[in-house]
């Protein structure tokens, strides 16, 4: 078949952006659960939270809390080419997104171990 | 020269729509050589019925703009040199438009959306009427001029994974031009413009991808262009009128 | 066999002729069925959309009607047929308005608001109106969207093969095409028609028109018997870039301005020569360098690909840069450094005077068959000016349309549908025709192309002998020959791209003839025209044009006919006690 | 596919989030140092409007958000067609805005 683009950064940075927010649409439903078992047991929670000391469980959400700020920030950047005048430095401020996101995800992750 | 003598591997799409396979041919390569080069080398004296488009010859009708090695490009004026990898190239049709034959793609839709989108402009006076005197540095004129230079070559629409994905969306050339009429002082088709360009099809459907700017040949900005419509369209909507 | 349509009125070429003519012609009378059928996709082929410099109008503010029309007939050598080159300069004025104010077109300004306009050589007053130096995408792109909206039907990847006689052979019935997509012949019959096919001297080793012109228009109206004039006068750019042979890059053009702004003609050792020829050195007229550049390389002081450098670096890379943007990106993208290096250039054959005669009404002697554009001979006389092509194509399309939808709206009255039933041996005769080549064994038909190109540079180019034009037209005689025999490796007729090279030659080798002889004829030098053997420009008062017409059988008759100076003799001027230049003195 | 109206709430909605997210974000990094707990969460939560507030406009937005964004995608992808594109935002809108206002009520009341 037809190769096509390989290697574009602005393109990465539009499929993480969008690979992002579908995860986190569909993580946030059960997010939403979980929190809500609080409403009939304070303990069920609590049984859930025990689960998240988990070493891969905590890799899990240091991942979710990854791809909430990638998309985030690559969210935020789609708003200021929408809304701002234009830049020329448009992947700089997409690495920019992505080196804040992990920097925000690392800390998560090492106040979390 | 090193060049003499050597050869360039090239893969090129044979075939009609959905129905090719690619045909591999060994091209001399020379110091002066466009991909349009490649191409014709390869009717004239090895594929004699490969199909291919072009006319100018020089950048100025986006007749021949093909994939070459995965990205869009205006062939006449891409020299082989930049854009070889390890010898070899692929050249295959645009893609987002359908095929005609070989390397043509049928480019109706892309002209039908450029006219749907309300790409044409609307007159305000006759030929009977003096000139308009505007000056250059007028900020809506310099908006304008600069989305102008257009070829209409498909390039970026051939390059915006948008459209590959939601077929109905105008793209970025006829948005581009668009917002240069939509800062025309001299058009009269300004609200029915907007109305068209962020219903169905237009501007709030791209996302963005910046594709079109990083592949548009003129070095033309769609995406800012496109994000002028946007704001266009959320002034009108919040506040009504211009 | 082939597929049969009807229309009204049906254009052939999409350029600025054939675009101006279907938006005059709706815009006149909006119920005909306008039809433009092109060789390539509208708007995207042709010489217009190649218009570089730009539009010659005369705006007033010191410039007039008369100075432009002064310029024309000068520029053109008092050949131009006068009241067509009246027409042009008047009309233009209101053509500009026209793309401005009704099409969109928007023309660069100076700082004040008003258009900015400039001097191509040739000129008496600062006179061409431009959009930087893409003025004809501005105007093609802008044309092309008004036509692409209105009710226009398109017939794309159309090749016009050859117009059809009514059964009475009196009239035009219609034009036989080939869906080039397809592979399928379809005869379109018209009330009228008009032909903006723009000539277009491909013939050449080096030229600049786009690849989809080849004089099939000319070629098509002369089998029809009609006449054609001034076929001599080919008009070659001094500086068509020069990049080797295998590249299609070759002999498009480095635009004047470069010489105009200081660069500098160098032959293949460095040295500065234009001054041997010219006391203006780079800056003199077009045919002038181009004749002294053809002769450095006729003496052998040539480039390593056979031509001569144009240097721009003295005037500072950085400057060079910013001032030509366009060209320096242009030459960089092709591998030439025209800031800071040198670039191989040699002239390069642009544009064709001649043409079909017509009235300036684009009427043409053949009823129902129009002409306008660069296919029109006449306005240019032996030498068009900078600026003045597109002017041309734009007011006589916009003419033509007029004329043809007041024609059609008239000849309705009188007979039911005004279409006329074409002669059908001559469509079958046709179809046989463009098919020959595949009857025939294959051969090389590009190897046959390079010959052609090869003689008309060396024998019917720049410059001219009784003895070269001879042994070229000997040569024609060959490759003609030749042509004939050779066939096609395949039986496709979908989008066969070797195909229409083929028929892409036979037109040129039959115009080449034309040109050889016309050349053969006219025994003196004026404008593009240069021999060697008679340098003079001949007197003025007895000018002559030249009339190339095929009989019944297909023998070609050259004849001489006297310039009508209808509106101003030699020696005399319309512009009474005004200084003879005005240039750089309005903006 | 989405018209003006749509394009502007999923923009507005993101811009609602922007600072909550950073705010929640934040808050996660501080408290997750302890290790998290029903209890902490809850008495950190219960009972403050303030917090109240904050979820409850988050979970506004989000669901208004993330409802408009799954209805590009699962177009774009070919997975709704048209025709079901506005049953399908209703739905995950209302969905989402369920999920989270029960979640709400759990932690906050
Ligand atoms: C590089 C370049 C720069 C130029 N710069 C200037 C300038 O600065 N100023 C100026 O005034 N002039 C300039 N000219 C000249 C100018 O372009 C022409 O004079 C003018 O555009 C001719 O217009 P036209 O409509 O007659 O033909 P074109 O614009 O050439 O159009 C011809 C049309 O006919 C079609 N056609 C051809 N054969 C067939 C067929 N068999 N069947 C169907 N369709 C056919 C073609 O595809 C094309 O669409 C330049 C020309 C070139 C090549
Ligand atoms: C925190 C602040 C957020 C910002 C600034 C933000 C911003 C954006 C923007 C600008 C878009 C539009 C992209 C486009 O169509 O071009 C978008 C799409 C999307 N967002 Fe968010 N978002 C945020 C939070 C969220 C959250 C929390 C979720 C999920 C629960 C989410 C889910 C989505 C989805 C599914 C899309 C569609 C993706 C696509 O079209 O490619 N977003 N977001
Ligand atoms: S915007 Fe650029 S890439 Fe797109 S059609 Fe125009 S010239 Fe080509
Ligand atoms: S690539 Fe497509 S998504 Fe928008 S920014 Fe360009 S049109
Ligand atoms: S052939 Fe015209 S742009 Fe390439």
């Known amino acids: 078949m037809m190769r096509y683009r390989k290697g574009d950064d602005l393109r990465i940075a539009s499929l993480i952006h969008r690979f992002s927010g579908v995860v986190l649409a569909v993580f946030l439903p059960v997010h939403f659960y979980v929190l809500g078992l609080a409403l009939s047991d304070a303990a069920q929670l609590d049984g859930f939270l025990k689960w998240t000391d988990l070493a891969i469980v905590k890799i899990a959400e240091a991942g979710l809390v990854l791809l909430l700020a990638l998309h985030m920030f690559g969210g935020l950047r789609l708003l200021a080419i929408e809304f701002l005048p234009w830049s020329p430095r448009q992947k700089t401020f997409a690495a920019a997104a992505i080196a804040i996101s992990f920097f925000v995800s690392a800390s998560f992750f090492l106040s979390a171990v | 020269m090193e060049n003499i003598n050597r050869k360039l591997k090239v893969r090129v799409w044979r075939g009609t729509q959905g129905d090719g396979t690619f045909s591999t041919y060994e091209v001399p390569a020379q110091e002066s050589q466009t991909i349009l080069d490649v191409v014709t080398w390869i009717q004239q004296y090895a594929e004699p019925t490969l199909a291919y488009r072009f006319a100018c010859r020089v950048g100025m009708c986006g007749s021949c703009a093909m994939n070459v090695n995965g990205i869009p490009r205006w062939t006449c004026r891409t020299h082989v040199q930049k854009v070889l990898e390890d010898g070899e190239l692929e050249i295959a049709p645009l893609r987002n438009l359908p095929v005609v034959k070989d390397l043509v793609t049928d480019m109706s839709e892309f002209f039908d959306k450029w006219v749907g989108a309300e790409g044409r402009f609307h007159p305000s006076a006759t030929r009977d009427d003096e000139i308009a005197a505007i000056s250059p540095a007028d900020p809506k004129r310099a908006n304008a001029n600069a989305a102008i230079e257009c070829i209409n070559c498909a390039v970026c629409y051939s390059a915006c994974d948008t459209i590959a994905q939601n077929p109905a969306y105008f793209g970025p050339a006829a948005l581009n031009r668009a917002w240069t009429l939509q800062n025309d002082e001299r058009d009269t088709a300004f609200k029915s413009r907007l109305e068209t360009i962020s219903g169905r099809g237009g501007c709030t459907n791209c996302h963005s991808h910046q594709s079109c700017m990083t592949y548009c040949p003129n070095e033309l900005n769609p995406t800012e262009s496109i994000a002028g419509l946007k704001r266009m369209t959320t002034r009108s909507f919040l506040f009504g009128g211009r | ?587 | 596919m989405i018209g003006a109206r749509l394009y502007l709430l999923q923009r507005l909605s993101a811009l609602v989030m922007a600072p909550l997210v950073l705010g929640h974000l934040a808050t996660m990094i501080y408290a997750v140092q302890n290790g998290l707990s029903a209890v902490e969460i809850l008495s950190r939560t219960q009972g403050s409007i303030l917090w109240g507030l904050f979820y409850g406009l988050f979970v506004i937005a989000v669901s208004i958000h993330a409802a408009i964004g799954l209805r590009i995608v699962l177009f774009e992808w070919g997975v709704l067609p048209v025709r079901r594109l506005d049953l399908f935002t209703w739905g995950a809108g209302l969905l989402l805005f369920f999920l989270g206002a029960r979640a709400i009520v759990a932690v906050v009341m």
């Open chain 3, 1 to 587: 066999m082939f597929e049969r349509h009807d229309t009204d009125v049906l254009i052939i070429g999409a350029g600025g002729a054939g675009l101006f003519s279907a938006l005059h012609a709706k815009k006149a009378a909006p119920d005909l069925k306008v039809t433009i059928a092109v060789k390539g996709l509208l708007g995207k082929c042709g010489c217009t959309r190649m218009v570089q410099g730009g539009y010659n109008v005369a705006l007033g503010k010191g410039d007039s009607v008369e100075r432009h029309f002064m310029d024309t007939i000068i520029g053109g050598k008092w050949l131009p047929h006068q009241a067509m080159a009246w027409r042009l300069c008047e009309q233009a004025v209101v053509r500009v308005r026209e793309l401005e104010n009704e099409i969109g077109c928007f023309f660069d300004r100076m700082p004040d608001g008003s258009l900015h306009q400039k001097a191509f050589a040739g000129q008496t007053y600062d006179r061409t109106v431009h959009k930087g130096d893409l003025t004809g995408i501005e105007i093609i792109n802008r044309l092309m969207e008004q036509v692409l909206s209105r009710d226009v039907e398109k017939l794309e990847e159309h090749r016009a093969l050859a117009f059809i006689k009514s059964k009475s052979g009196d009239e035009l019935a219609g034009v036989l095409f080939v869906d080039m997509r397809r592979g399928v012949f379809r005869f379109v019959r018209a009330k009228s028609v008009l032909m903006a096919t723009g000539g277009g001297p491909t013939m050449y080793r080096y030229h600049t028109p786009s690849g989809d012109k080849s004089m099939d228009g000319l070629a098509m109206a002369s089998r029809l018997g009609l006449p054609l004039r001034d076929m001599e006068m080919v008009q070659f750019h001094p500086t068509g870039l020069l990049g080797g042979e295998g590249t299609r890059m070759t002999g498009t053009v480095l635009e004047e301005g470069l010489r105009g702004a200081g660069g500098h003609l160098l032959d293949g050792n460095g040295r500065r020569f234009m001054f041997d020829y010219d006391e203006k050195g780079e800056r003199a007229t077009r045919d002038i360098v181009s004749r002294a550049i053809y002769d450095e390389m006729r003496k052998g002081h040539t480039t390593p690909n056979g031509g001569v450098y144009i240097a721009m670096s003295h005037l500072g890379p950085e400057d060079v840069r910013k001032r030509f943007k366009g060209m320096v990106k242009r030459c960089a993208d092709c591998g030439f450094d025209l800031a800071g290096g040198r670039v191989e250039v040699v002239p390069t054959a642009h544009y064709l005077m001649g043409g079909v005669i017509c009235d300036p009404d684009t009427r043409t002697e053949i009823p129902g068959l129009h002409v306008a554009g660069e296919d029109a001979g006449g306005a240019h006389g032996s030498n068009r000016l900078g600026g003045n092509g597109v002017a041309n194509s734009t007011v006589y399309g916009g003419i033509s349309g007029d004329v043809m939808a007041a024609d059609v709206t008239a000849r309705g009255d009188q007979s039911l549908s005004g279409l006329r039933d074409p002669d059908e041996d001559a469509i079958k005769f046709e179809i046989d025709r463009a098919l020959h080549p595949f009857m025939k064994k294959p051969g090389d038909v590009h190897a046959l192309r390079r010959q052609l190109m090869d003689l008309m540079w060396d024998d019917v180019g720049v410059m001219r002998t009784s003895e070269g034009l001879q042994r070229g037209m000997d040569r024609l005689k060959d490759v003609r020959a030749e042509l004939l025999e050779t066939g096609l490796a395949d039986s496709e007729t979908r989008y066969n791209m070797t195909w229409h090279d083929w028929l892409n030659l036979r037109s040129l080798v039959e115009m080449s003839q034309v040109i050889a002889s016309a050349g053969m004829w006219r025994e003196n030098s004026r404008g593009a025209h240069f021999r060697e053997d008679f340098p003079d420009s001949g007197d003025l008062e007895s000018s002559y044009f030249t009339v190339a017409r095929f009989d019944e059988t297909g023998d070609l008759a050259i004849s001489r006919e006297p310039v009508d100076f209808s509106i101003v003799k030699p020696g005399e001027t319309l512009l009474k006690d005004e200084p003879e230049t005005l240039v750089g003195q309005s903006n």
